[in-house]
């Protein structure tokens, strides 16, 4: 990917996590997702009662799929981003609702 696709892109997602309270990279919809994590993921949002979710599924745009892993230095998808900052993927978001942190973050 050349440098001035990679800026592009990277800028892309800088304005969707800076514009939207909570967005979250996923494998298909929120109605569709496309892998088990992703689908936790949006249980967990639904369950805390998240109304304004901003979805970006990276299958249908292979730039953002590996830009978003590049923006985060994280591996993997499902990625959570609450008022611009990163939260982190599938596994860390089941912690943080175990322990509340979640709530406490979305409430905040």
Request: aromatic content about 8%.
């Amino acid at each position: 990917m050349s440098p001035v696709i990679q800026k592009d892109i990277q800028q892309r997602i800088k304005e969707q996590v800076a514009t939207h309270p909570v967005v979250l990279y996923m494998k298909g919809s929120p109605q569709f997702p496309q892998c088990g994590f992703s689908a936790k993921a949006v249980g967990i949002l639904n369950s805390l009662g998240v109304r304004e979710l901003f979805t970006v599924d990276v299958l249908q745009d292979d730039e953002i799929r590996q830009g978003i892993k590049d923006y985060a230095n994280w591996p993997t998808i499902p990625q959570l981003y609450i008022n611009g900052e990163f939260v982190g993927g599938s596994d860390i978001m089941t912690e943080m609702y175990q322990s509340g942190e979640l709530k406490q973050m979305l409430t905040a």
